[in-house]
DNA sequence: GCGAGGTCCTCCGCCCCTCAG
DNA sequence: CTGAGGGGCGGAGGACCTCGC
């Protein structure tokens, strides 16, 4: 394995570009027999999957979210397990062993399932790591492994893209390692939920790794595979900060709803549907938003009640 | 059992209106290490459970919502199995049944398990069955059984309310017939997710009865329990159709901003916070309102593009 | 790389029962 | 009617392996 006058070929570093069908709509079929709320799961599902998180995490946020409802429900009926579980059709003990596992959670800050905010945290720490056990200066060769000689460092080298992070190059070894080493750590961070580093995981934390473009792949003919930075975050998609935002804006405005439903004073719910001519939505769209703004600042006031307005206008359905 | 002369003494006709704890902010308890998808799950589970469906349906909805996005997936991936699960952490073995699951559900019109389907139907068409089971005309007797003797039937007609529907009074035996006569129907509407009425069940389903008020219990003292329908239809709350209406409005809100993440033309996103004296609160809801149907009615034109303009306002969170 | 097949373990949604307060 | 035990079944998530293409 170490090289001597071993001839190293590098296939096209590769981004991994993978054909992806243009088949945008795959997402948009109809989900038959559903309502409401099925198609706000649906969308849930669709978003949180394809930004990275794993099926059972998607799972698992949802059973915590169920649990959390009967917690809800266990305390308005007055701490009575046997009833809580009648309403909802669970095993009374079921129902104390989600009681307590709540509790433990709100008091002793255990931690519960949750997507906990962010991506999941090994592909968004995993830049970072990086940058940390294998930094990387200027003028330094930046493949670290002694397995190869300075010539074919070079040769490595030359075939890389110019704009990379700080960081060496590093062996599939290296880089199991690194998958490891996050994961021990990220189980330090949260003592509960400890998750072992399954090869079927690894495969899919890798995977996910250099789809999005965050790890760059480079294969030695016959003699695996290097691995590069290829930039200091992981971003799925370009349009991170959108989902984000309305995520956001979906949640509050589902708050919002709720309060509204509760007939909660100061809540307003508007809903218009109406027709508008091509030529003039433009215009209309943007005397809306003009319009809006000026009412805000109107009645803005600098010392009043916060107040928040989440308006989202679209073609229908259908 | 068959009653001589027997002194059928009863206790008051209640409808089961149970303590329920003034901790109405029960459900507004911050979720501890969670992010926007965990608080809109959490919000979906709480609409979801109290409004009468099993635990179970709400876990099962969200599984179907997860497999369409592994289906969607495998679609972009061009109906590779084995990369779609690499992608979501998944055996290729379960993508496949997955797959295949989804599929029969779109071509074939097989069912899947969402919360549409399952909606309580046991619940929503209970009164309905009952109505056509044992129908009630003025001047019958209520009670329908032979157990009980004219003066009985006379003394329990008593106690009743004035205004119930047109249904007889029966047995708890008769009761769970209607039950499992339900549990048949909706099983033959959807040959798959065939439901059997167990005991558990039973219960879960008499108590969702009684305590959304669908149902009215009379207590006869040691001889068991008549019932009577005191409604001809199932509404948990009588928010029912402003549930309906949020949940509906956050599902093409969703679909809305989805738009605008994808940054689909004519789609425009509206986000203000801006703090409003309270004495001129009101006024500023008003106006807006006012001036929002104005703006629709300005641009409205009978054979324009249909559009949908969704917004809701409130105090601002904390 | 891909699909197809098999085996294992564990959790948990459900089902039922009894008994003491 | 409540809590607190008991026992049991089946499905499915998760992980592992080999084989043939």
């Not at 309060?259 to 003039?280: I, Y």
Request: glycine share 4%; charged share 20%.
């Amino acid at each position: 394995m170490q090289g001597a006058n071993r001839i190293v070929f590098l296939s096209m570093a590769k981004q991994l570009q993978h054909v992806v069908i243009p088949c945008a709509d795959a997402r948009l079929f109809k989900i038959p027999n559903s309502c409401a709320i099925d198609q706000i799961l649906y969308q849930l599902a669709l978003n949180t999957m394809s930004s990275g998180h794993r099926y059972g995490a998607f799972l698992d946020a949802a059973i915590t979210a169920a649990k959390l409802a009967i917690y809800a429900t266990y305390l308005e009926q007055g701490k009575n397990l046997r009833r809580t579980g009648l309403l909802h059709h669970v095993e009374p003990k079921r129902v104390k062993e989600i009681v307590q596992e709540v509790q433990s959670a709100l008091t002793e800050g255990k931690l519960l399932k949750t997507l906990a905010s962010e991506e999941p945290k090994y592909l968004i720490c995993f830049p970072h790591l990086w940058l940390k056990q294998y930094p990387w200066n200027p003028g330094q060769p930046r493949v670290g492994s002694s397995e190869f000689s300075a010539a074919e460092k070079n040769q490595i080298e030359k075939i890389l893209p110019a704009q990379l992070p700080n960081a060496g190059v590093i062996t599939a070894f290296q880089l199991t390692e690194l998958l490891q080493l996050l994961l021990v750590e990220s189980n330090k961070h949260s003592p509960s939920n400890q998750i072992v580093l399954s090869e079927a995981l690894e495969e899919h934390i890798k995977l996910r790794l250099l789809e999005s473009g965050t790890v760059m792949q480079i294969e030695l003919m016959g003699v695996g595979s290097l691995y590069a930075l290829a930039r200091t975050t992981y971003s799925p998609k370009d349009k991170r900060e959108r989902v984000y935002s309305m995520l956001d804006d979906v949640a509050d405005f589902f708050r919002l709803m709720q309060s509204w439903v509760d007939e909660q004073p100061d809540v307003l719910r508007g809903l218009e549907t109406f027709n508008v001519a091509p030529e003039r939505k433009q215009e209309a769209l943007q005397e809306l938003d003009v319009m809006l703004q000026a009412w805000a600042d109107k009645y803005h006031q600098d010392d009043g009640l916060p107040m928040v307005l989440h308006m989202a206008i679209g073609p229908e359905e259908e």
